[in-house]
C-alpha cells in the first residue's frame, strides 16, 4: 500500500450538500418577514432561541462533560442586565445584550472557580444552587421590580425601530442571527486546537491529560464562552418579552429541563442533534400543548422511549447508520483521485 494512494480529509459529499442546503434554507429564513405572518415569526424566533440554549448546553455536556442544571442562572442574568443597562444606563438595547454577554462572562469566570471543585452529580446540584442564589438575589432588587418583577419602559422599546411590524422583524431577525452565531461559533471552536483538546477529553479525560493537555483551562474557557452566549440569548429572550421576573427568568423548566429533553433526544454531543431535537421539541410541543399535563407526560415518555432505544439519541442513530456528518469534524482517510495524485 502507498501512501500517497490516500489522503486525509475532513468533508464529505453528505456535508457539502448539507451546506448547499443550510444556505438555502437560511436565504429563505431571513426573508420570512415578506412570506410569514407575525404569530409563525413568533413561533420561529423562539425556536432559534431555544436551539442556541440547546446548542450551547450540548458544547458544555456533550463535549466537556460539564452537566449542568442551572444554564438557566445566565438566561436569567442576561435578561435582568438587558433592562438595567437599558433603564438605568440609558444604552441602547442592542448594545445592552452584547454587554450583558461580557458581563455574563465576567461573573462566571469566580462562579467557575467556586463550581469546578464539584465532581459529577455535585457539580450539577452545585449548577442547581448558584441559579436559585441568582434568582433570590435578582428578586431583591427593588428598582428591578423586585418579585414581582418589571416592564420595558416604551421609549426603550421604540428605540428599536418606529413601527411595531420594524420591531418585530428585527427581534426575529436577532433570534435567527443568534442560532447561526451559537451554531457557527460551535462548529469553529470543535475545529480548533481548543476543540480538539475537548473532543480528547470527552472521547478519554484520562488519557488526554496524560498527554499534556490542560483539562481544567479547556472546561474553564468553554464554561465561561457558554456562559456568555447564554447570557447574550437571554438578553435576546426577555427583550422579545418585554417583561421580566425572578421566577420567568430563572426558570428551571423553561430554560433547561426543556433544553435538556432538546439535546437528548436529538443526540448529545454533535451539533446536528440540538437541531433535530429543537424540532421535534416543537413539532411536539404545538400538537399537543392543548392537553396540558398529557403534553409533559408525552416528552417524557418520549425521551424515556429514545434513551432506551437509541442512548446517542436520534441522530447518533442515523450516524451509526450511515455514516454522515452534516458538520464535518473528524477527519477520514479517503483515496487519492488522480488529478490529485497528478
Given at each position: 500500500?502507498?501512501?500517497s494512494d490516500y489522503h486525509v480529509t475532513r468533508t464529505s459529499p453528505a456535508a457539502r450538500v448539507a451546506a448547499?442546503?443550510?444556505?438555502?434554507?437560511?436565504?429563505?429564513?431571513?426573508?420570512?418577514?415578506?412570506?410569514?405572518?407575525?404569530?409563525?415569526?413568533?413561533?420561529?424566533?423562539?425556536?432559534?432561541?431555544?436551539?442556541?440554549?440547546?446548542?450551547?448546553?450540548?458544547?458544555?455536556?456533550?463535549?466537556a462533560g460539564l452537566v449542568s442544571v442551572g444554564q438557566q442562572a445566565y438566561v436569567g442574568f442576561g435578561g435582568?442586565?438587558?433592562?438595567?443597562?437599558?433603564?438605568?444606563?440609558?444604552?441602547?438595547?442592542?448594545?445592552?445584550?452584547?454587554?450583558?454577554?461580557?458581563?455574563?462572562?465576567?461573573?462566571?469566570?469566580?462562579?467557575?472557580?467556586?463550581?469546578?471543585?464539584?465532581?459529577?452529580?455535585?457539580?450539577?446540584?452545585?449548577?442547581?444552587?448558584?441559579?436559585?442564589?441568582?434568582?433570590?438575589?435578582?428578586?431583591?432588587?427593588?428598582?428591578?421590580?423586585?418579585?414581582?418583577?418589571?416592564?420595558?419602559?416604551?421609549?426603550?422599546?421604540?428605540?428599536?425601530?418606529?413601527?411595531?411590524?420594524?420591531?418585530?422583524?428585527?427581534?426575529?431577525?436577532?433570534?435567527?442571527?443568534?442560532?447561526?452565531?451559537?451554531?457557527?461559533?460551535?462548529?469553529?471552536?470543535?475545529?480548533?486546537?481548543?476543540?480538539?483538546?475537548?473532543?480528547?477529553?470527552?472521547?478519554?479525560?484520562?488519557?488526554?491529560?496524560?498527554?499534556?493537555?490542560?483539562?481544567?483551562?479547556?472546561?474553564?474557557?468553554?464554561?465561561?464562552?457558554?456562559?456568555?452566549?447564554?447570557?447574550?440569548?437571554?438578553?435576546?429572550?426577555?427583550?422579545?418579552?418585554?417583561?421580566?421576573?425572578?421566577?420567568?427568568?430563572?426558570?428551571?423548566?423553561?430554560?433547561?429541563?426543556?433544553?435538556?429533553?432538546?439535546?437528548?433526544?436529538?443526540?448529545?454531543?454533535?451539533?446536528?442533534?440540538?437541531?433535530?431535537?429543537?424540532?421535534?421539541?416543537?413539532?411536539?410541543?404545538?400538537?399537543?400543548?392543548?392537553?396540558?399535563?398529557?403534553?409533559?407526560?408525552?416528552?417524557?415518555?418520549?425521551?424515556?422511549?429514545?434513551?432506551?432505544?437509541?442512548?446517542?439519541?436520534?441522530?447518533?442513530?442515523?450516524?451509526?447508520?450511515?455514516?454522515?456528518?452534516?458538520?464535518?469534524?473528524?477527519?477520514?482517510?479517503?483515496?487519492?483521485?488522480?488529478?490529485?495524485?497528478?
Open positions: 500500500m502507498n501512501l448547499l442546503l443550510g444556505a438555502l434554507i437560511l436565504i429563505v429564513l431571513i426573508a420570512a418577514p415578506w412570506w410569514a405572518g407575525r404569530a409563525d415569526m413568533r413561533l420561529m424566533g423562539e425556536l432559534f432561541l431555544y436551539l442556541a440554549l440547546a446548542s450551547l448546553w450540548n458544547l458544555m455536556a456533550g463535549y435582568y442586565m438587558l433592562f438595567a443597562l437599558t433603564i438605568f444606563g440609558g444604552l441602547h438595547p442592542l448594545g445592552a445584550i452584547a454587554l450583558a454577554g461580557a458581563l455574563g462572562a465576567l461573573i462566571a469566570v469566580p462562579v467557575a472557580l467556586l463550581i469546578f471543585r464539584l465532581r459529577g452529580a455535585y457539580f450539577a446540584i452545585g449548577t442547581w444552587v448558584i441559579a436559585e442564589v441568582f434568582r433570590l438575589s435578582f428578586a431583591q432588587v427593588s428598582a428591578l421590580g423586585g418579585g414581582s418583577g418589571s416592564s420595558l419602559p416604551v421609549g426603550i422599546v421604540r428605540s428599536l425601530a418606529a413601527s411595531r411590524s420594524g420591531r418585530e422583524h428585527l427581534s426575529y431577525w436577532l433570534a435567527l442571527g443568534s442560532a447561526v452565531l451559537v451554531i457557527a461559533a460551535v462548529y469553529l471552536f470543535l475545529r480548533s486546537r481548543n476543540g480538539l483538546a475537548l473532543t480528547a477529553i470527552r472521547d478519554n479525560e484520562l488519557a488526554a491529560g496524560s498527554l499534556g493537555i490542560d483539562i481544567w483551562r479547556t472546561k474553564f474557557i468553554v464554561y465561561v464562552v457558554t456562559a456568555a452566549l447564554t447570557a447574550m440569548i437571554g438578553a435576546l429572550i426577555f427583550l422579545q418579552k418585554l417583561r421580566i421576573s425572578p421566577d420567568a427568568a430563572f426558570s428551571v423548566n423553561d430554560w433547561t429541563a426543556f433544553v435538556i429533553f432538546i439535546v437528548v433526544i436529538g443526540g448529545i454531543g454533535t451539533i446536528e442533534g440540538p437541531i433535530i431535537g429543537t424540532l421535534i421539541f416543537f413539532l411536539l410541543r404545538e400538537t399537543l400543548a392543548d392537553l396540558g399535563t398529557i403534553y409533559l407526560i408525552v416528552l417524557g415518555t418520549v425521551a424515556i422511549v429514545i434513551m432506551l432505544k437509541a442512548p446517542t439519541g436520534l441522530w447518533g442513530l442515523i450516524r451509526s447508520r450511515f455514516d454522515i456528518e452534516l458538520f464535518p469534524l473528524r477527519f477520514r482517510v479517503k483515496p487519492s483521485s488522480p488529478s490529485t495524485k497528478g
